[in-house]
């Protein structure tokens, strides 16, 4: 996949993509806590971003925060995200990004659970396409079925 992948043009993006999904995902936007598509996702799969189709996060890294944000404790492979530091807002926070595509997925946050390594990935739906543990061979994302068994 990594080799397949070059990125659409912002005008291809945007035939693509729905509005909200568009500005998260190229513009840095914010969707609205608890009003978003996987915050209370409670199903069996991965998460993969909207854009490349990139692996990110599994669900059984997820976990409820109580933002009203999809958060997970790890991704599925480090090398599929960037981390940098994003001091917009006034906050010092570590923006999340994917590594293909260069989408924005996030923010990094060291208040996770401490039995789960004390990390929150505090990402919006926006940039994710959830893909059941049952599609994952049909989808092309067999690898992880392991992760279910």
Known sequence: MA???????????????TPDQF???QQCGTEPPFKNEYWDNKREGIYVDIVSGEPLFGSKD???????????SRPLKSQNI???QDSSF???R?????????SHLGHLFNDGPKQLGGMRYC????????????????EGYGEYKKLFE
């Open 3 to 17: 080799e397949e992948f070059k990125k659409p043009s912002d005008d291809e993006l945007q035939k693509k993509l």
């Open 23 to 25: 500005r998260v995902t």
């Open 62 to 72: 997820k976990f409820d925060s109580g933002t009203g944000w999809p958060s997970f």
């Open 82 to 84: 960037t981390e940098s």
């Open 90 to 92: 006034g906050m010092r």
């Open 94 to 102: 570590l923006e999340v990004k994917s590594k293909l595509a260069g």
């Open 123 to 138: 990402i919006n739906s926006a940039s994710l396409r959830f893909i059941p543990k049952d599609d994952l061979e049909q």
